[in-house]
């Protein structure tokens, strides 16, 4: 069967016979972000998909299959503008892994920490994953919302770190507070609307096409036209260019203050910064499987090291162990990997150092500094000094051990030999 789905021109109502409106199943077999070698992806990012998901290519652009091109270096690719580009600096620096532009209108730059291993470009958040799935780049960090729209959910990517912990924000549908939608509150509400037909579709403005297009067939909801658009997005239903919208919330405040509202069931994708690579890098160019593990464990090291504070309180007590099994019978205080207890050594009357007293020292969660502090206190804990956590190099991240197991290898391929 055909679907209604289709894509009009910003401002009409003109719906065109594009090739976006024949999208047969059977011609492009259900895969995407639920096959199960798309693991990854999935991982809490598409919230509100309710079946299997078509790949249907972007328009007609055809993808030609990711090739190995011969080169010495590894490419990562990173955003050149926009609130990620930023913040992508940011984090690569503070895990030891900066990047030095040898002139601000050049596009390649390096990252010393990895030698002469590196080259990275920038480039827009949509040619960045455009680059990693056609292998002239190798890894990429963008947004995730960016990875799912024109990454299409194709084999040929990776997700390798699904939280960066910056540029959070949603995907979501968004209909105005006035007019037809003013009392719908759901998405089942607004399907069920009977002013959807085929001449007349629910007109979604969005930049979003590939996830806008994937979430309407999931839902198996036919009298839906997308219209194209890229910023300002809110404005077109008070232009009556649109109907409603899907775009990016982060607060809040921009659908607010535009008279729209989000409805429930209405949010497609999560979304944050992410690091993605071609799986056939990972597979068959030379070092740069070594290389992503160690740009995963510097991440990872800062990441874990931003959520942790390190407590150090004294404590009165008759002996080491006595004082440990005090501080690990508060739940709040089991730390990393239980507390280390240090004796403090003060002059006794002889002159001769004594001990009755111990220094404890666990990481706290920086969410729950507080309670610890308190549950420290509660036991006879005092002089309670609090200090950041650089990096925390864990056991292997788990992290790792899932992109393993997504590359169909077994765990420890760097110490060990590969297999697959
Ligand atoms: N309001 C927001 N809050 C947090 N992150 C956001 C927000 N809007 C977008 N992002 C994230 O930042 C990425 C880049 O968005 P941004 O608007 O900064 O750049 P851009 O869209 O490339 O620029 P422009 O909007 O000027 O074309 C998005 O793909 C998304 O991952
Ligand atoms: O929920 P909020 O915190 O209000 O953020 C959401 C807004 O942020 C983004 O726009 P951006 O600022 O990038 O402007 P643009 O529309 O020009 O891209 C997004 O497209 C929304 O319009
Ligand atoms: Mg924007």
Known sequence: ??????????????????????????????VVLSSSSSRCHRRNHLIATRASVNTAPRGDVKHAEAKMIERDVLRMGIPSKGRMAEDTLDLLSSSQLSVKKLNPRQYAAKMPAMGDKMEVWFQRASDVVRKV???DFDIGILGYDMFAEFGEGADDLVVVHDALRFGECYLALAVPNYGATAGV???DEL???????????LRVVTGYQYLAKTFFENVGFENVALVAGDGALEAAPAMGSADIILDLVSTGTTLRENNLKEIEGGRV???QGVLVANRKSLLERDGCLETVHEMLERLEAHL??????????????????????LVMSCDSLKGLQGPTVAPVYTPGADGKPEVNMYAVTICAQKATLYDSVKALRDIGGSGVLVSPLTYVFD??????????????????PIRGKEKR
Do not use: I, Q, Y
């Not at 899932?402 to 077994?410: A, H, I, N, Q």
């Open 185 to 187: 509150n759901s998405l």
């Open 304 to 325: 874990e090291a931003k959520k942790l504070f390190t407590v150090v309180a004294n404590m009165r007590g008759s002996s080491a162990e006595d004082v440990a099994s």
């Open 395 to 412: 056991e292997e991240p788990a992290r790792w051990n899932l992109l393993l197991d997504e590359l169909g290898m077994e765990h420890d």
């Open 1 to 30: 069967m055909l679907s209604n789905l289709s894509t009009a021109a910003a401002g009409t109502r003109d719906v065109h016979s594009l090739s976006l409106r024949v999208m047969s199943r059977r011609r492009h077999p259900p």
């Open 133 to 135: 799935r056609s292998g």
């Open 269 to 271: 994708v999560e979304s």
């Open 191 to 201: 399907l069920a609307m009977p002013c959807w037909t085929e001449e007349n579709p």
